[in-house]
């Protein structure tokens, strides 16, 4: 079988779209499967080393004419014999979707290679609008980007969501084509992390507790909130501290971020750590007593499955997929997004219990490993679509 994963950006950047592709693509070399990769940059000899599995690469170049990039790329997949073509949409509208000549899908779909599509983060209908825009804006521009998006679905034998919460927003808002959306979970858990603690440096001392959020710093993931909360909470719990781990790719974020600390009188209780590397990451999320994930908008959060399946009790933001990972008051918190207020209660709620926190990171976990959350389970879920797809030739049928 010979699957085009396809991505409209770097195999090997940082986002969590780019994590799972890469882990599906080693995953299914181990089960005999050839991978070739549609991605804007060729890879290097070192990537190519670091992830054995992907037999050919074709260079999507965004800046061409979109017509002749989709004959290119439909082209080079009928010379490889690729059985199916799987697009992967950082967002609803990804791959060109809003614009119905631009998006490679129909055309690759006509020359008889099924494609499918997993949309990544379903965070507004409006996607395809500048959030600057005032809403009449919006509403009056939806209309011909919604009926391209039609087009795109038309033409997919199915698009996977990666959330419960994004599956029943799309059916609503692109209700023609509901039948061709389902669910599936990510993850990169292999199912023994966490299964032994380490020792790491003496950023926690047992006087020392910390919270943790990890993750790519910028606009959406709202750790300028959980700063400002924590600094609100930070001299009833003297012995707590903040750490923030992460690539810092927003830097309005980042200075919001360090004025924030550089007026207060705890700034040296908040830990700024950036390009944080897999091993120190692990550690930290080992050690953590409270995970915190203030995103403003979220497919899924893989951090949080991570720090859930840690035991570490977590708290959240109530939007996407955050509100499948964590059941308010049973396996976390959940708490208004942008709400520094709201999410200091919530914080202090755990800083000052600690059996609360014990219960609920045990209760975090099993939900996670109930679920079975881990990487072996979403490429055997794939692996299953994919072979329906192809040998059984039927669209997803709700």
């Given at each position: ?285 080992s050690h953590a007593e409270i995970f915190a994930i203030p995103s403003t908008a979220e497919g899924l959060g893989l951090s949080l499955q991570e720090a859930m399946f840690a035991g570490v009790a977590c708290i959240g933001s109530r939007v996407g997929g955050i509100q499948d990972l964590i059941i308010d008051g049973e396996t976390g918190l959940l708490v208004l997004p942008a709400d520094p207020g709201a999410l200091a209660t919530g914080l202090k709620q755990f800083m000052s219990d600690k059996r609360l926190r014990e219960r609920m990171g045990s209760a975090g976990r099993a939900s996670v490993t109930e679920r079975e959350m881990t ?24």
């Open positions: 079988m010979r699957i085009a994963q396809c991505l409209q950006v770097p195999l090997f950047d940082h986002g969590g779209v780019e994590v799972l592709v890469r882990e599906m693509i080693s995953r299914l070399h181990d089960v005999e499967t050839e991978t070739f990769l549609v991605s804007p940059t060729e890879l290097s000899e070192e990537q190519r080393q670091a992830l054995t599995g992907i037999k050919g690469t074709f260079v999507w170049n965004p800046s061409a004419s979109s017509m002749d990039e989709n004959a290119r790329l439909s082209t080079w997949l009928r010379e490889h014999h690729i059985d199916l073509a799987h697009f992967h949409l950082g967002g609803t509208y990804g791959w060109g979707s809003r614009s119905w000549n631009a998006c490679p899908i129909p055309l690759v779909a006509r020359s008889g290679i099924p494609c499918v599509s997993t949309n990544h983060g379903a965070f507004s209908i409006f996607d395809c609008v500048g959030k600057q825009r005032p809403l009449w804006f919006k509403i009056l521009s939806l209309p011909p980007f919604w009926i391209s998006k039609l087009h795109q679905l038309a033409h997919v034998r199915w698009e996977a969501t990666v959330s419960q919460h994004d599956l029943h927003a799309v059916k609503r808002w692109f209700f023609p084509m509901r039948r061709k959306f389902l669910q599936l979970y990510h993850s990169r858990l292999c199912g023994d992390e966490f299964s032994s603690l380490t020792s790491i440096s003496d950023l926690r001392t047992p006087n020392n507790p910390y919270i943790l959020c990890l993750g790519t710093v910028g606009e959406r993931k709202g750790q300028q909130y959980l700063v400002e909360a924590f600094l609100k909470i930070a001299e009833t719990f003297p012995d707590w501290q903040l750490v923030i781990a992460g690539r810092q790719a927003h830097e309005p974020t980042m200075a919001k971020i360090k004025g924030l600390i550089g007026e207060s009188p705890h700034a040296g209780r908040v830990h700024l750590l950036s390009d944080v590397p897999d091993d120190l990451a692990h550690d930290l999320m990487v072996n389970g979403m490429v055997r879920r794939y692996l299953n679509l994919y072979h329906e797809t192809i040998l059984g030739g039927s669209n997803h049928r709700s």
